[in-house]
């Protein structure tokens, strides 16, 4: 059992460039998230998606947008990379409704650098 | 602006001994979740809070949410070196933004 899988592992990608990463989970959740992590910050919601063909922004979407492709699948893509876009990039599921404090699953996370 | 602080941010102690930290808001809570994070890897959820003093037990850790929903607190007895990584925090706000709200977490290391 899967559960929730991000690829990438890790990335660098010069200032300028685009690129997306994937997400996707096999437990058949209709909630999921996109989370960066930074030292000092914490954990910051990005964009979530309450179903397929929905999505809504979180606390930090400048720079960012998804698509929730399918049920399973919620891909993050960075238009024009920024330095300050360098974090690690968590994706999360849940078979709670948004809005509903249900348990949460992450990925092992994406180590992306902006150079 | 909800904050939730959570304290100590670094520990490191020997093989053995017991520790707490607490995750501490001026702001009340509907309920609170406690997950470890790994080196590498994503948060996984330990446990979620949602009365007032309610006390839960997971093999040899104790968590208590506080009786006005605004603290809680993760206990270990006898640390052991798996136990090593980052404890988060994070509270859920029933209200109008119903959001979770994440702790910095504190970092743990625990040496044999």
């Known amino acids: 059992n899967a559960g929730v899988t991000q690829t990438p592992k890790f990335q660098v990608l010069k200032t300028g460039q685009s690129m997306t990463l994937q997400c996707a989970q096999d437990?058949?959740?209709?909630?999921m998230y996109w989370y960066r992590q930074d030292p000092g910050m914490g954990l910051r919601l990005i964009y979530y998606?309450?179903?397929?063909?929905?999505?809504d922004k979180g606390e930090v979407p400048n720079g960012y947008n998804v698509s929730r492709l399918n049920k399973r699948e919620f891909s993050l893509r960075l238009e024009s990379a920024a330095p300050s876009q360098t974090s690690v990039y968590f994706c999360?599921?849940?078979?709670?409704?948004?809005?509903?404090?249900?348990?949460?699953?992450f990925g092992s996370g994406t180590q992306l650098s902006v150079l | 602006t909800q904050l939730l602080e959570q304290s100590p941010q670094f520990l490191s102690i020997q093989e053995g001994e017991n520790l707490t930290v607490y995750c501490n808001s001026s702001?009340?809570?509907?309920?609170l979740q406690w997950y470890r994070q790994e080196p590498g890897e994503g948060p996984v959820l330990l446990v979620t809070?949602?009365?007032g003093g309610e006390v839960k037990k997971l093999k040899r850790l104790t968590f208590q949410f506080g009786d006005a929903r605004k603290d809680s607190s993760l206990h270990i007895t006898a640390a052991q070196p798996g136990d090593t990584g980052l404890y988060l925090c994070?509270?859920?706000?029933?209200?109008?933004?119903?959001?979770?709200?994440w702790g910095l977490g504190t970092s743990l290391a625990v040496n044999p």
């Open positions: 999360a599921s849940s078979e709670s409704p948004t809005g509903v404090p249900g348990k949460l699953f």
């Open positions: 437990m058949n959740h209709n909630s």
């Open positions: 998606s309450a179903s397929e063909g929905t999505t």
């Open positions: 702001s009340v809570f509907s309920s």
């Open positions: 809070v949602v009365t």
């Open positions: 994070a509270g859920f706000n029933a209200g109008n933004n119903r959001k979770l709200i």
